[in-house]
């Protein structure tokens, strides 16, 4: 070796040379790794082996580049984070968690979350390395992206279930959580709200206790989009719990916002109030009329008519449970005019299942009170479309499922003879012993339905019916019999036609004189007076 080689600038070159080597192989693999599709290829190519040695590197930039890119490895495969905490990666890169720049500190954040996205047994593998204190700790941290990746990380590990959910909290998570909510950045509000949501979906008393609703609802004065939904997520997520969390999102003065977020321009903050008011109404009689007084059905009944957005499933349960709840609410919602929208998603054939279904099963919510709940489904003319559903071999399951049990709740207290009418030479016996069912009640009482009752065929088309008897099928038929005299009922049963032929065949003629050999008087007369002339 030359001297000229082993002078210092030379040898400090070498090792310059060595540490751009590393930056650039670290900031290509950070590079490639955004792209999910590079990662089995990087994998295969020992890209975990190269890159754990660097997460201890004495370059901060190459540390947080070395960190990054094994975070967007394990974001995008669940493999490679099994890999990544099998290899002790996390170890270091938690015991590093406070040793170096907030640069690091975000990447390390990051790497948290990638990790614990993607199931409960990564999460807890995170919290058995005693990870959660370093998270919390850094939503004290006076840069705001680490704040965010602490709150995005502790949300993800408790999202899993209840267990998780319960430690993230018991390390004082939520009170810090609200206090970042508080924060004036959109982007942290948004990921505290998000975080509060996961924690919210186990752990809804905790979440109300920290007194985080009343922040919640003025987070709502906000005007960004994705603010207002995580907000109005968040809100739901208590809200679904049971009804007294429900309640007391009422009392934080929740329902006024969600009402008017109905009409927000922003399909997603429409659809996150649509959720909300669902969430609020299905507990109770008291919360669902609550709703109603405050002039709930309308925005609902608008969100009925969204042809995207995903509004329309929510806002059609919100009305089915509000109608559930009593008589009074589902004349309410009848009065709003829901039943015509709710009929006419069941007859658009580019409706999805959810659509279907959740209109079939508010009508059938709305028609069960009473005559004239269900009078106002039946003339609507749902009952025939309701009835394809079911009967159509290209329905689905649940489709088929929810269009049959709408069925018999609105047959069940249907007197509208027009209404029940179609349905009697339609509906297989499983439906038609419901449409008996109630012509057994109209006929009794009503001549002119009985006489329309013959005319229309519809005493025929009972009698073709074919029955077991000691069913119910085989007891309404015989009471709708005895409305009619015998021999009406003998008329139009089937093989009468063929009795009266055979009658026919087997009778001996009755000839009378006038056909006979004798010549009756009044003839005789006459042929005499004829003769005489």
Known sequence: MSHSMSSPRN???????YQKARLVFVQTMAELATRATNVKCLE???????????????????????????????EHDEGVARR????????????????????????????????????????????????????????????????????????????????????VVDVGTLPLLVLAFQEPEIS??????????????????????????????????????????????ALGAVASARAEL???????????????????DSAPVRRAAACLL?????????????????????PLVELLSEGAGGSRVPACMALGYIAGQSDQLAMAVIEAKAVVILVEILQNNECEDAE???AAWTLGHIAKHSPQHSLAVAVANALPRLLQLYTNPKSSGEVRARASCALKQSLQCCLHRPALEPLLHAAPACILKYVLAQYS???????????????????????????????????????????????IVRYYSPGYSDSLLDRVEAYIPQIPELFTDRVPSDCQSELTIENGN
């Open 356 to 358: 279907l279904c959740a």
């Open 441 to 487: 009640k109209i006929l009794p009482n009503d001549a002119r339905a009985r006489r329309l009752f013959v005319t229309t065929g519809a005493l025929k088309r009972v009698q073709e019916i074919d029955t077991v008897p000691g069913t119910s099928l085989k007891e309404y038929i015989n009471i709708i019999n005895s409305c009619f005299p015998e021999e």
């Open 246 to 264: 429900a309640e007391a999102t009422v009392a934080g003065g929740a329902l006024p916002p969600a009402l008017l977020h109905a009409g927000h």
């Open 188 to 233: 942290l509000k948004q990921i505290a709200a998000g975080a509060l949501v996961d924690l919210a979906q186990h752990k809804p008393e905790a979440v109300v206790d920290t007194g985080a609703i009343c922040h919640l609802v003025r987070g709502l004065e906000n005007q960004d989009p994705k603010l207002k939904r995580s907000t109005l997520c």
């Open 44 to 74: 295969s190519a020992g890209a975990l082996d190269f890159l754990q040695p660097l997460l201890s590197d004495s370059c901060s930039t190459v540390r947080q580049c070395a960190v990054v890119a094994a975070a967007r490895l394990a």
């Open 278 to 298: 669902r969430d609020i109404v299905k507990h109770s009689v008291d919360l669902a009329q609550l709703v109603v007084n405050t002039g709930g059905c309308g």
């Open 84 to 167: 990544l905490l099998d290899a002790g990666m996390l170890t270091d890169t938690l015991e590093n968690l406070n040793k170096f720049n907030v640069y690091y500190k975000r990447s390390a954040l990051y790497l948290m979350r990638a990790v614990a996205r993607h199931n409960e047994e990564l999460a807890s593998a995170i919290v058995r390395l005693g990870a959660l204190e370093h998270i919390v700790s850094c939503l004290e941290d006076f840069d705001t992206q680490v704040k965010e990746n602490a709150a995005w990380a502790l949300g993800y590990i408790g999202k899993h279930s209840e267990h998780l959910a319960g430690m």
């Open 11 to 17: 040898i400090q070159l070498v090792f310059e040379t």
